[in-house]
């Protein structure tokens, strides 16, 4: 899946957040968004995934523009084709490990629908293998990350977003996400990182970077404090 960014622009509050991001991230590759903490990697992330509408410009979807999409058309590409590992890494704490890979269960108790082979290999590639029945809330942070990432193998995502996946994890657990990205890639899925890790930047195709847009002109007098001295 090819997903594409043509002048983007979000405004929040007249306040200009990103400005005029075109980027075209392919499948099969891995797309960096890399800037300086507060230049809108997370806002250009979320308009990508269509999780946030651009202020202006469009996102389109293996070349379809998605300006006009209405809410069961982006339901469905969440559904059906994208993944998100985001910073809070959108696990269900109160369900089981299984269930957040799966998301499927019985209406008629706590067992766990899908597909037990495809399940037992996102766990084994994510180092959670075992651990299906335990409560997801246990889970340590990386773990959770972890999770989210196995969900994204299950289900075959074409598309994968993901925020600072390695931002809290130590040298070993960052090798080893990275390497489940590539993985990812490699399948011919298209995955797009914001990050600030320079291993994680390495791994990427691509780079696409944001800086801060232009803030207002401070006026000339702006630090004088007259008198003060
Ligand atoms: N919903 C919102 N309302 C107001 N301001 C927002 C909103 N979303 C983002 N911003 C502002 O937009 C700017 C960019 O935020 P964003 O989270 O995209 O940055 P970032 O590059 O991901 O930063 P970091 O590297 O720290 O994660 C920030 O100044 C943030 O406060
Ligand atoms: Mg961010």
Not at 118 to 135: F, H, K, V, Y
């Amino acid at each position: 899946m090819t997903i594409e960014a043509e002048a983007v622009s979000v405004v929040i509050d007249g306040r200009p957040i990103v400005h005029q991001a075109s980027l075209v991230c392919e499948p099969g590759t891995m797309t960096a968004l890399v800037g300086p903490s507060g230049c809108g990697k997370t806002t250009l992330l979320h308009c990508l995934g269509l999780l946030q509408q651009p202020t202006s410009g469009r996102v389109l979807v293996d070349g379809v523009d998605t300006t006009n999409w209405k809410a069961g058309q982006r339901r469905r590409f969440w559904k059906d084709s994208g993944a998100f590992v985001l910073q809070d890494y959108g696990v269900m704490e109160e369900e089981s490990v299984a269930f957040n890979v799966v998301m499927k269960s019985s209406i008629f108790g706590s067992r766990v629908l899908g597909n037990q082979t495809s399940l037992n290999e996102a766990l084994e590639l994510t180092g959670l293998s075992g651990r299906d029945n335990e409560l997801s809330a246990h889970l340590s942070g990386g773990e959770k990350q972890r999770l989210s990432i196995a969900r994204a193998i299950y289900k075959n995502a074409e598309a994968v977003f993901v925020d600072e996946p390695t931002a809290s994890l130590d040298e070993a657990n960052r090798t080893r996400v990275i390497e489940l990205f590539r993985n990812l890639a490699s399948r011919g899925c298209v995955v797009i990182v914001a990050t600030h890790d320079d291993e994680m930047m390495a791994a990427c195709d691509t780079r696409h970077s944001l800086t801060r847009p232009a803030e207002q002109p401070l006026p000339a007098t702006a630090g004088v404090v007259h008198g003060a001295l």
